[in-house]
């Protein structure tokens, strides 16, 4: 059975930080891109972040890149996001993806919570 599972999210107050997990199981972990992917209350789905297979190219949005990281242990079959200076806007479920191919994966997201 296919599984993502995110953990770490939570309330955290402007320019706290977080970082959240992403635990695979069920399928070749390694021979999938991972991403990162946030939708806010009332708002469409917004890529956040990408990382390729083996974990040495990586790719952010405008408005995350500088702030959040995101990288992978292929041995534990994980990928994190690392988000530093978190801002009211970046309240979300994030939720984690894995693609290859036709094959397209998603955890069931993990809320994030910016407030005072």
């Known amino acids: 059975e296919v599984q993502l599972v995110e953990s770490g999210g939570g309330v955290v107050p402007p320019g706290g930080s977080l970082r959240l997990s992403c635990v695979a199981s069920?399928?070749?972990?390694?021979?999938?891109?991972m991403s990162w992917v946030r939708q806010a209350p009332g708002k469409g789905p917004e890529w956040v972040s990408a990382?390729?297979?083996?974990?040495?190219?990586?790719y952010y949005a405008d408005s995350v890149k500088g702030r959040f990281t995101i990288s992978r242990d292929n041995a534990k079959n994980t990928v994190y996001l690392q988000m530093n200076n978190l801002k009211a806007e970046d309240t979300a479920l994030y939720y984690c993806?894995?693609?290859?191919?036709?094959?397209?994966?998603w955890g069931q997201g993990t809320q994030v919570t910016v407030s005072s």
């Open positions: 069920g399928f070749p972990f390694t021979l999938f891109g």
């Open positions: 990382i390729n297979m083996g974990g040495d190219m990586t």
């Open positions: 993806n894995a693609e290859s191919g036709y094959n397209n994966y």
